[in-house]
């Protein structure tokens, strides 16, 4: 079974403090990992997906990379407005499987 | 370009009865997903529909079902309803079957009380 493994579960930061949030994962064949990121109330908003391991994608001030195990989405200088719920997802191969399994998020706190 | 609409927004239920909620997917997307997401839990899938035929399914009782019709519109369906089935529902669409990203609609809100 597909599982996926986020950390910290909170993260709080000072306005333009860079880190990175973590996303272990165990996969039967993956054929993509996702990460959404989810404001209060709203559904969540696409950000990447990344097929191979090796493969880095960049989007402003959000960086998602990924190894066979692992992904990470490294945020540089962070802003108030990142502040959001980050979800990691990974859709595996096996059989008919086209769901995608979702980690619990990361809460991302950004002060001014 | 429209994004995933799902009506209604909101929904209040009493345990015992049955609610349809209902996913518009983004024009030309075949392939429309459902997942339950709860602060326990987090997102979990209920199934997925491509083309009018339900082509997975999560780990639900049968109490939950869905429905696809011919302009790719979706329904899902919860009978007996209870305390527990109150959660946020996402629909999501894509254009394909290969690992592409999902759009998600904002959700609709039940509680059951």
């Known amino acids: 079974e597909d599982q996926v493994t986020q950390s910290p579960e909170a993260l709080r930061l000072q306005e333009g403090e860079s880190s990175s949030l973590n996303c272990s994962y165990t996969?039967?064949?993956?054929?993509?990992l996702f990460w959404y990121r989810q404001d209060p109330g709203k559904g969540p908003e696409f950000l990447f997906t990344?097929?191979?391991a090796g493969e880095e994608k960049e989007k402003e001030r959000l960086k998602a990379t990924l190894t066979k195990k692992e992904s990470f989405l490294h945020i540089t200088a962070p802003k108030p407005e990142d502040s959001a719920t980050y979800l990691c997802?990974?859709?595996?191969?096996?059989?008919?499987?086209?769901?995608?399994?979702f980690g619990k998020g990361i809460t991302l706190s950004v002060r001014p | 370009k429209a994004g995933v609409t799902q009506t209604p927004r909101y929904l209040i239920k009493t345990r015992g009865q049955q609610v349809t909620l209902s996913c518009s997917p983004i024009?030309?997307?075949?392939?429309v997903s459902w997942y339950q997401q709860t602060p326990g839990q987090g997102l979990q899938f209920l199934f997925e529909?491509?083309?009018?035929?339900?082509?997975n399914k999560g780990n639900f009782p049968g109490r939950f079902s869905g429905r696809q019709f011919s302009n790719s519109r979706s329904e899902m369906n919860v009978s007996t309803l209870e305390l527990g089935d109150s959660a946020l529902y996402l629909c999501?669409?894509?254009?394909?079957?290969?690992?592409?990203?999902?759009?998600f609609g904002s959700g609709t809100r039940l509680t059951v009380v």
């Open positions: 990344l097929y191979s």
């Open positions: 997802a990974v859709q595996g191969s096996a059989g008919a499987n086209s769901k995608l399994t």
């Open positions: 529909y491509f083309s009018e035929t339900q082509r």
């Open positions: 024009s030309g997307h075949r392939s």
């Open positions: 999501a669409s894509r254009d394909g079957t290969g690992p592409y990203g999902y759009t």
């Open positions: 996969v039967s064949g993956l054929r993509g």
